[in-house]
């Protein structure tokens, strides 16, 4: 949601710099930034605070962050083609050719509603089942992007739905996960799922060059380190995998086409995946 439906990823810097200048401290670069984006929000502040070396405690810093987060979150808008893309896609459920559409969101509940409330004709097009927050209780603890769990809870609400009309399963193989952040990218790529890559311009320059290695969710710079039972996380992900479609857990291969990068969503080649829009 963040930075690829709306322009919240910009917000955030704006709130980010704010409280940076406030104790002389330079604006956040984006060598940082793209640690912390579709990261879950303890994971995020720790890199964020071990950068800045702010002289407050993260409680505070936490504080004056969400003063600012309620002046601008509310003024949120629609990303370049994000409003033709969704009503597109939401428009082939009563085709012959249906797409389901679910969104998975890091951001947790009550963010996610300062930033979207103003926006309801747009974000309506998900069904409220559909839409996975980032302290959805079915996302277990530290299990956030780059792991694949939020993605694979978002198909687990479009098959419940299927299920109940009678309606084949999705397979992750089937499906195609918007992303503009790195850690986003390798949850799809981890998922088992195909991956669209629509990053902040700020952020392709900064990995330029590496872009392939993004799209195959191998760039190796948000793997979790802090597990503190590996065993018993490894017996967890392996039920998981059963449960969820079985698949690897595992990132993809350099250029195996399963990722593909776009500068904006405008003009969205839909017959690249097989999407016929309605006339």
Not at 203 to 225: C, F, P, S
Request: proline share 8%.
């Amino acid at each position: 949601m963040d930075g690829l439906l709306i322009d919240t990823e910009d917000k955030y810097t704006i709130v980010t710099n704010e409280i940076l200048q406030e104790y002389g401290r330079p604006s956040m670069p984006w060598s940082v930034k793209a640690q912390l984006q579709g990261r879950p929000g303890p994971e995020a502040g720790k890199i964020f605070h071990d950068w800045a070396k702010l002289p407050i405690t993260p409680e505070e810093y936490s504080t004056k962050q969400v003063a600012l987060a309620e002046k601008y979150f509310p003024t949120a808008k629609p990303l370049p083609g994000v409003v033709k893309l969704l009503n597109d896609l939401h428009a082939t459920e009563k085709s012959d050719k249906p797409v389901y559409i679910a969104l998975a969101t890091s951001s947790h509940k009550r963010n996610y509603h300062l930033k979207t409330d103003h926006l309801n004709d747009l974000f309506s097009l998900f069904p409220e089942p559909r839409r996975v927050v980032g302290d959805d209780p079915r996302i277990g603890k530290g299990r956030g992007k780059p792991l694949p769990d939020i993605y694979l809870l978002a198909l687990e609400t479009i098959n419940e739905e299927l299920k109940t009309k009678g309606e084949q399963a999705i397979k992750p193989e089937e499906c195609l996960v918007f992303e503009d952040a790195v850690p986003g990218v390798e949850a799809g790529r981890r998922a088992g799922m195909q991956v669209v890559w629509c990053p902040h311009p700020g952020l392709l320059t900064y990995y330029k060059g590496r872009e392939e290695e993004v799209l195959a969710g191998l760039t190796g710079e948000h793997k979790d380190e802090d597990k503190v039972d590996a065993e018993k996380e490894a017996e967890a992900l392996q039920a998981e995998r059963i449960s969820r479609g079985n698949h690897s857990g595992k990132p993809g291969k350099l250029n195996d086409g399963w990722g593909r990068l776009v500068s904006t969503l405008e003009d969205f080649p839909y017959e690249t995946y097989g999407i016929t829009v309605p006339s």
